[in-house]
């Protein structure tokens, strides 16, 4: 029982996972709350109080890798589980559909297919990590705007934060021309 | 081992279970205090503990760990392992 309710709360979670990945944070950042309040209730400076929580936590930021990695590792068994499924209601519903004799069965097999299929694809929507989601909207930017200078936001691909160099600048230029152009104008390339 | 035992009074949340450990052990064991969800997540991927969101002493949202039958079961299992493997070393430090 405990094992069903853990399976579902972990779909839940999967199928929300910004909110998965916020409760992870939240729950890290308790802890250093509750150390920082009791530091001060024991006579320390704030300053001192958040500093030495803090310390006592260790890394905070590999600290909540780990546990979000921990996380996944669990949920690709429960998907690998969940796609299996997805395939055992497609050959349920084509085999509903060849081999029922009475029409009744046909939309049966029919629905069956097509929530089998709807399903397959919200699970890939939903492996698609959030840095890839954005790069493949940069990327359809691109595509769509070719000759627009368009203003990039950074893109986060896991936790490396880049910004992408526009294809022309202002005045139409490549980055390579703007660097020979800046050279030969004697301007300093960083 | 140590976590589970801590649990097995009763729901903790993360915090306090980082300070039962301290406090038990009359401040020997120090560790690094975040080292303990990592462990926690592991234990609840194992089904020995069980995780729930309620709201804290201070009316603060906080994430309670609770111990499973499962996690009872792990508990029995490593306290007897611990108890015969330190009764042994025991033995070779009073024979030698």
């Keep these: 029982m405990a094992t069903i309710k853990l399976i579902l709360r972990r779909l839940g979670a999967h199928v929300r996972k910004e909110a998965a990945d916020c409760e992870i944070e939240d729950e890290l950042r308790f802890h250093i709350e509750m150390r920082t309040r009791d530091n001060i209730a024991a006579g320390m400076s704030p300053e001192d109080a958040v500093a030495d929580a803090m310390r006592r936590f260790g890394d905070f930021d590999h600290i909540r890798a780990i546990c979000e990695e921990i996380r996944k590792e669990w949920l690709a068994v429960v998907m690998k589980v969940v796609k299996g499924l997805t395939w055992i209601m497609v050959g349920c519903g084509l085999a509903l559909k060849l081999a029922a004799d009475e029409e009744a069965w046909q939309p049966v097999g029919n629905a069956l297919i097509l929530i089998a299929g709807l399903w397959r694809l919200l699970i890939h929507l939903r492996e698609i990590q959030p840095s890839q989601r954005r790069i493949r909207a940069a990327q359809l930017t691109i595509v769509g705007r070719t000759h627009t200078i368009g203003d990039f936001s950074a893109i986060d691909l896991k936790g490396h934060t880049f910004t992408p160099v526009p294809a022309y600048d202002k005045d139409g230029r490549t980055p390579v021309e703007r660097l020979i152009s800046d050279e030969s104008s004697g301007k300093t390339v960083t | ?96």
């Excluded at chain 2, 649990?7 to 401040?27: F, T």
């Excluded at chain 2, 975040?34 to 069980?50: D, I």
């Excluded at chain 2, 611990?82 to 024979?95: C, D, G, M, Q």
């Design chain 2, 1 to 96: 081992m140590l976590i589970l035992k801590t649990l097995a009074r009763g729901p903790l949340h993360g915090y306090e279970i980082a300070l039962r450990i301290q406090q038990s052990s009359e401040d020997v064991l120090k560790v690094e205090e975040g080292s303990l969800y990592p462990a926690l997540y592991r234990m609840e991927e194992q089904g020995w503990v069980e995780a729930e969101w309620g709201a804290s002493e201070n009316n603060r949202r906080a994430k309670y760990y609770k111990l499973t039958r499962a996690g009872r079961k792990q508990l029995a299992v490593e306290t007897s392992n611990w108890e015969r493997l330190s009764e042994a070393i025991t033995k070779v430090l009073h024979t030698a």
